[in-house]
């Protein structure tokens, strides 16, 4: 009778505990297109209250194999979101810019929207539902 008791708190903590992993869903972004495997790949996912201000909700980074980059956004609650992506080929953790005002690195958005501005929200925004996100997203 032991056993089974021991087996069934097992079991209920085993299955909370893997509730409390999966509170929302997965966003895999690939990108196929980097132009040298310099440097590392920055990506952060943002609310339309994050979104040009700095840091992303989730923020990671990724090392460049042979022009390619992918990395998972995990526990992505529904909602709206954007991803801004920088190439940071020199790893000093920001966008550099030439005399003129323009980036010397490559960036690019969710969507794959080309602006000759600074990218907007609501251009790159993409919703987040019940099920896991598979984004391509190109320089």
Do not use: W
Request: charged share 20%; aromatic share 8%.
């Amino acid at each position: 009778m032991r056993t089974l008791a021991k087996l069934i708190v097992f079991v209920i903590c085993t299955t909370f505990a893997n509730a409390q992993d999966n509170q929302g869903q997965t966003i895999t972004v690939n990108i196929d297109n980097v132009v040298s495997n310099t440097g590392k790949v920055v990506f952060s996912l943002h609310t339309a209250e994050t979104f040009m201000k700095g840091q992303g909700i989730q923020n990671v980074e990724s090392k460049i194999k042979d022009g390619k980059v992918s990395i998972t956004f995990k526990n992505v609650i529904p909602g709206e979101y954007a991803i801004l992506v920088l190439h940071d080929e020199n790893e000093n953790n920001r966008m550099d810019f030439e005399g003129n005002g323009m980036p010397k690195e490559n960036y690019a958005t969710s969507n794959n929207v080309m602006n000759f501005g600074p990218p907007q929200f609501g251009e790159s925004k993409f919703k987040v539902t019940s099920e896991d996100i598979q984004l391509k997203i190109r320089f």
